[in-house]
């Protein structure tokens, strides 16, 4: 592509991403999804707090599912003053073999993040693999909604995990689907220390 020929592209992107701009005049705590096969979607929600840290936000990061570990984002979250981080689960949903204890600690999680949720002071909210409890019906999105859609109108949300059901994507403002194209662990390579844990 020649110069001239780029440059009159990006003049008209400019002028068309100047009106989308000027049309986008409203402010909201927004509900975001990122679900999918793909790997990063906690990894984005990780990457939104760290985000909203450096912005002077209050954080509060809540794991459905995963186990109470020494992971990166465990130890960082912990040692900064403006985030909580709640580890709800027993780990890998293959590993615990047992539905209704299952059910009963991410039922037992939901109380912890309902507090979160409710809370004014805290700017936002991280329901980490909360899809997962979802797919596997450990939880209800029916049961869930209310507390989610009925939370101080400034607080941010954020829900990960693979299998979101179509009701909350109704609901979600922002929606993101990870597509696995190519991963490691498909060539015999094991989870790395600061990129899956």
Aim: aromatic letters at 8%; proline letters at 3%.
């Amino acid at each position: 592509m020649d110069a001239d020929k780029h440059n009159r592209i990006m003049q008209r992107r400019k002028r068309y991403m100047e009106r989308r701009m000027a049309e986008a005049r409203a402010d909201k705590g927004l509900l975001l999804v990122l679900t999918g096969d793909g790997k990063g979607k906690s990894s984005s929600a990780y990457g939104m707090a760290v985000r909203a840290l450096g912005h002077g936000m209050t954080v509060a990061v809540l794991q459905f599912i995963k186990a109470p570990a020494e992971t990166g984002e465990q130890k960082f979250f912990a040692g900064h003053p403006g985030a909580v981080i709640h580890a709800l689960g027993e780990g890998f949903t293959w590993d615990t073999q047992d539905f209704e204890r299952d059910r009963q600690r991410a039922e037992a999680g939901w109380d912890v993040a309902r507090r979160y949720l409710a809370d004014a002071d805290t700017d936002l909210v991280i329901l980490d693999e909360l899809c997962v409890a979802l797919a596997y019906h450990y939880l209800s999105w029916d049961a869930l909604r209310a507390d989610v859609l009925e939370r101080p109108p400034h607080q941010h949300v954020i829900i990960t995990g693979r299998g979101a059901p179509q009701a909350l994507i109704d609901d979600a403002d922002t929606v993101t689907e990870m597509r696995p194209v190519k991963h490691a662990f498909d060539a015999g390579i094991r989870a790395q220390k600061g990129i899956e844990f």
